[in-house]
């Protein structure tokens, strides 16, 4: 398979359907995205639509990096021939593009005119755009458009025809848009690969695939395999009506099936953010890839997949590692109702606090019915139920203080089924000294694990700044967890222990 060469009409097809086109420095600056993004060829503009895209051809022609083929558009009119030419013509590597129709319908309908009148003019623009631009550039190229190439299934032998004098007048790039899209991509491929056999293979085969029905890219990746090799993709999919075929999806589609695609995948990410803004075009939340949901999972299934498989490169529920397009975040967790043990865990962990998967399964129907209600929940109302029912939990222990009397000596008063105790125990810090004392009051407790947590940011706005984990068990040996926050370290600990006892003295 030839490299797929990429060729970007993002200044053209996409800015003429904006509600308020580029002006010359917007062009400029996305121009430099482009070449960011390492695009093989960019097609500026249509110089001879107005002064101003002229100058902005002109000057993107100035800026062109090395090996990039600079191209604008022109209808088969000698005006706008010498437009391209005289906007872009000193460019290193210049192409002319010129376009007509040689689909019955619209030479019928639209233009009122004959094939045979339809093909001289093609011709004729082609033999006068090869020999004009050569005379100022010996490395300059012509590119035709059948324009509505799509159209063209029930006259594709007069097409073929046509096309074969088009390239004896001088074309090498023949582009063969879907203008509308209106047929499967296999009847649309079949046509290109009719063209490509009748041309044979020094004539490069273009595509231009509009997106009415939603299948462009699949049409351009199809017909990259089918033998195409330039692809006309606009960022984000801008273009007329339901726009081009999107670049980053076809981009990543061919990585994804094995081919080495020229581009600089990584920079696809904060490119499109960039002409999301630039062109006021929001992203749609869903679009593949770029779109702000597209790394979300809500169903339980879907999470547990994603979060089994987060570090690997092959996801059990994405097309590709996220930062393949350079985006910096994660698959998404939201916790609905559709979600499961696997999402609470997660949320809650990732918010800095530590969880069990046992009490995790326990918390998921208390959130799922809350959401139930609402809809998809936001952390901080998963942490409040994490709060009241892990932190907060109620029994027969109240902690009241805790203080130092002498040297390790320490006093502990709580309550127990309601009835005040103050007693002493001493120890190597307050963490023991609070366990002597309960042995003293009668609930020996050993403890088997001990972490504490400095919390940047209490997520559940309480203001504390420590977290106590701890494992106590007892003669039966079953171990209890306890935890508790605090602002004071100390307090987060003896917390903490009141914390575990309420979960077996109820
Ligand atoms: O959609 C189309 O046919 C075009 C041509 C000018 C290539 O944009
Ligand atoms: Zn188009």
Known sequence: MKTPFFYDITLRDGNQSLKKPWQLNEKQFIFEKLHDLNIQAVEVGFPASSHMDFEACRTLADMAWDNLVVSA?????????????????????????????LSPFHMKYVLNKEPDYCAQKAIEAVEYAYEKIRQVNKNAQVQFSVEHFGDCAEN????????????????????????????????????????????????IISLHNHNDLGMATATTVEGYFAGAVQLECCINGLGERAGNTDFAQVAVALHNNGVKVPVNLEKIYETSMIISQMARVKIYEKAPLIGPEALAHRSGIHQDGAIKTKDMDFGAYRPIKPTLIGRDD?????????????????IINNAGYPITIEEAVRLTPIVKEISEQKGELGTDEILSVYRKEILDVKGAFEFISFKLVAGNKFKLCFKFKGELKEVEGSGNGPLDACLDALKNAGFPRKLSFYKQYALDEDKMGSGASAMSVIHLVGKDMEEIIGRAIDQNTARANVKAIFNALNQVYK
């Open 156 to 203: 594709i032998d007069f097409v073929i025809d046509t096309l074969k004098k088009i390239v004896s007048a001088g074309a090498s790039i023949i582009n063969l848009p879907n203008t509308v899209e209106r047929t499967r991509p296999a009847t649309f491929i079949n046509l290109i690969e009719r063209v490509k056999n009748a041309l044979g293979d020094d004539v």
């Open 73 to 101: 558009l022109a209808r088969t009119v000698k005006s706008d021939i010498d437009a391209v030419i005289n906007s872009i013509g000193h460019a290193k590597n210049p192409r002319v593009h010129t376009f007509l129709t």
């Open 330 to 346: 994660d698959e998404k967790i939201g916790f609905t109702s559709q979600s499961g043990k696997t999402a609470v865990f997660e």
